[in-house]
């Protein structure tokens, strides 16, 4: 079964940046829709970012052009590189299957986006 392990997260100031690492390992996701989602307290989990198989992509509005999604397939690893980071993106960040998550959630990463 696929191990989802997220890092990257930590605190930062608003306007900073930070890029969030999802490594996979049990199976090769290189061929998976892959997605980021994001959880914040008292606050169901949300998509913030997804790419198709074919690579086509898919931002949550608040992230769009802030957020972006990349992939290296030979280190089996899904990004996500946030800039120009805001308060309301606190959160605990996961990666997972897209536009479903199916596969077992891994520990997320926490973004702090505090002055």
């Known amino acids: 079964q696929v191990q989802l392990v997220e890092s990257g997260g930590g605190l930062v100031q608003p306007g900073g940046s930070l890029r969030l690492s999802c490594a996979a390992s049990?199976?090769?996701?290189?061929?998976?829709?892959m997605g980021w989602y994001r959880q914040a307290p008292g606050k169901e989990r949300e998509l913030v970012a997804g790419?198709?198989?074919?690579?086509?992509?898919n931002y949550l509005p608040s992230v769009k052009g802030r957020f972006t999604f990349s992939r290296d397939n030979a280190k089996n690893t899904v990004y996500l590189q946030m800039n120009s980071l805001k308060p309301e993106d606190t959160a605990v960040y996961y990666c997972?299957?897209?536009?479903?998550?199916?596969?077992?959630w891994g520990q997320g990463t926490q973004v702090t986006v505090s002055s």
């Open positions: 790419v198709n198989v074919g690579g086509g992509t």
């Open positions: 997972n299957g897209f536009p479903v998550p199916t596969m077992r």
């Open positions: 049990g199976r090769i996701i290189s061929n998976n829709a």
